[in-house]
């Protein structure tokens, strides 16, 4: 499912579709397995200690630190090449992407054990995902970095919602997340307040001609629905956290695909 951020990037840049066209996309591909790899591999090793509550990811623990470090290892340089020969540029965001997720992940002061500092890094790392993704295809703009800001502030608040889901299994491990400095219900009321503004964000980008109606409409509807199954849950929403975390990727993943489709056929 991460690699769907980067993928997501790809189509807001192509422009046409062709065999160079396809052979960048089956890279890109690649390439975001292979930076999803070598980043969870290393936050599974360098947080083995810390999630062994942790219900999301209990199936890790069987397989030891040093086997993950080396499947990091192996698939960041995997990665650094494979960015390089899509484009020499990319490379640099490989790299810069790899080093935030180890800050994030580090085991002695990692970002991803302290309120906002954690939420922040998913921000800046959604930026350079969809960046990344973009400059295979097309160059840099402005417009990249608005149209990425949609998609950071839907990972973010991703990431708080399941910083509340792992609430029991930080709070043993003695990490200082967003719901256990703020609380459960403020964290949760942030994410609210964050799909609210990002659905008029959204709404400005189209109204600015920033993007045109096809991506407003196939990612407006997603994030208006998100809000709408927050609200609907706001007053029970510790007993249906799960609920609310699929339904929302559901809608959001419908909308990618809405989108994926009509650009096909309209390049075409």
Request: net charge positive.
């Amino acid at each position: 499912m991460m690699s769907g951020f980067f993928i997501i990037g790809s189509f807001f840049a192509i422009d046409e579709f062709n065999y160079s066209t396809l052979l960048k996309f089956t890279g890109l591909s690649i390439l975001s397995i292979f930076i999803v790899l070598s980043v969870y591999s290393f936050n599974a090793a360098a947080g083995k200690s810390q999630d062994i509550n942790n219900l999301r990811l209990k199936n890790l623990k069987n397989l030891s630190p040093k086997v993950f470090y080396i499947v990091s290892l192996i698939f960041s340089l995997l990665s650094l090449i494979l960015s390089y020969i899509l484009n020499k540029y990319a490379i640099l965001l490989c790299l810069t992407i790899i080093v935030l997720w180890i800050f994030y992940s580090n085991p002695k002061n990692g970002l991803k054990q302290k309120a906002i500092y954690g939420t922040l890094v998913h921000f800046v790392g959604q930026i350079l995902h969809f960046t990344i993704a973009w400059i295979i295809f097309s160059a840099f703009t402005l417009e990249t970095i608005l149209i990425a800001l949609f998609f950071s502030i839907a990972f973010s608040s991703g990431h708080i919602m399941h910083e509340i889901i792992d609430y029991d299994a930080d709070k043993k491990s003695g990490a200082n997340t967003n719901p256990i400095k703020f609380g459960y219900k403020n964290s949760y009321i942030s994410i609210v307040l964050l799909v609210i503004f990002n659905s008029f964000f959204w709404a400005s980008l189209f109204a600015f001609t920033v993007i045109d109606f096809n991506p407003f409409i196939t990612f407006f509807f997603p994030s208006i629905l998100h809000l709408l199954i927050l609200i609907s849950f706001i007053k029970r929403y510790k007993s249906n956290i799960f609920v609310i975390r699929f339904l929302y990727r559901i809608v959001y993943f419908v909308g990618g695909i809405s989108y994926i489709i009509i650009k096909v056929i309209s390049v075409n």
